[in-house]
């Protein structure tokens, strides 16, 4: 009971670091102090240097040399795919369209989690899901975006396949929390996303005036390193491997929950009828998929 209960915390503080991240990040965008590759580069650079460290005070198992090719393929979904098209994403859509389009991550993992991992289905977790699904659309479609999109269509896809791709990696690192400890692998995991995404977003990195850089803007890049993505790629796993693949999925609903409350904080945002029962809807949804099942006899 207390390992599941640590799990579930784990997951909100997940989507805690998620929901704050994608003000603070779309703000060191916008603002034009990082490019979206150039910022990708300096999440999985920042990550990967303080897991291997990390790794260096805590030890684990030793990863088998068949299983590098699972992690070179998570990377790949988890790390490449999914953080390049969706900071890419952001920058060709509006924030509402993201929004919405990330609202299909649950089911995609419910679905791949009953076919590939063979978890058992519920209708209990088939209504939670719908209930998260239809809160997460309202919340993300109540409003305008303040903000002018360059090319919603291909953001749109973008951010279709980021979500796809994430799915995909929730599933690939569910087989492997089952045979190791999560900081014996993500250590890994991000070498060869780091590999991967670098081409991609060097000459980005190269660009960056640092002395242009606030000191707000510096905290935002300090969060964005380490609390949302060191954080939340250690974490994840840890949650990933004490609970159904499916049951992790649902809390992606709470990102738009989090990142609205973190816009009514800082003025950005206001809260309404239309809201606060579309919070009540996702928070629903939630409970009645984390709900663990009552044993038969």
Do not use: C
């Not at 965008?29 to 260096?56: I, Q």
């Amino acid at each position: 009971m207390k390992s599941r209960n640590l799990a579930i915390t784990a997951l909100f503080a997940v989507q805690l670091l998620y929901g704050i991240n994608y003000t603070l990040a779309k703000t060191i965008m916008n603002e034009n102090y990082v490019k979206p590759f150039g910022l990708v580069v300096l999440r999985v650079g920042g990550a990967t240097l303080l897991f291997w460290l990390l790794s260096l005070v805590y030890k684990t198992e030793k990863i088998n040399t068949k299983d590098f090719s699972k992690l070179f393929l998570a990377a790949i979904f988890g790390v490449f795919i999914n953080m390049l098209f969706f900071l890419k994403g952001l920058e060709y859509t509006s924030p509402i369209h993201a929004s919405t389009i990330m609202t299909i991550t649950p089911i995609v993992i419910l679905v791949l989690s009953v076919f590939v991992l063979k978890e058992s289905i519920t209708k209990l977790k088939i209504f939670g899901v719908a209930l998260g699904f239809i809160g997460a659309l309202v919340l993300t479609l109540y409003g305008k975006s303040a903000r002018a999109a360059d090319n919603v269509p291909l953001g749109n896809l973008m951010i279709f396949l980021n979500a796809i791709s994430y799915s995909i990696y929730v599933i690939l690192i569910k087989r492997l929390t089952e045979k190791y400890h999560p900081l014996a692998f993500i250590k890994w995991l991000f070498l060869f996303g780091l590999i991967l995404v670098l081409p991609f977003g060097f000459t980005e990195v190269m660009e960056i005036e640092w002395d242009s850089f606030t000191t707000e803007i510096s905290y935002s890049l300090l969060f964005v390193v380490v609390g949302a993505t060191f954080g939340t790629y250690l974490l994840n796993p840890l949650a990933i491997s004490r609970l159904k693949a499916s049951t992790v999925g649902i809390f992606i609903y709470l990102q738009p929950v989090i990142a609205g409350l973190f816009a009514v904080i800082n003025g950005a945002d206001f809260i309404g009828i239309v809201k606060i029962i579309a919070v009540s809807l996702i928070f629903l949804g939630v409970y009645f998929v984390s709900k663990k099942p009552k044993a038969t006899h």
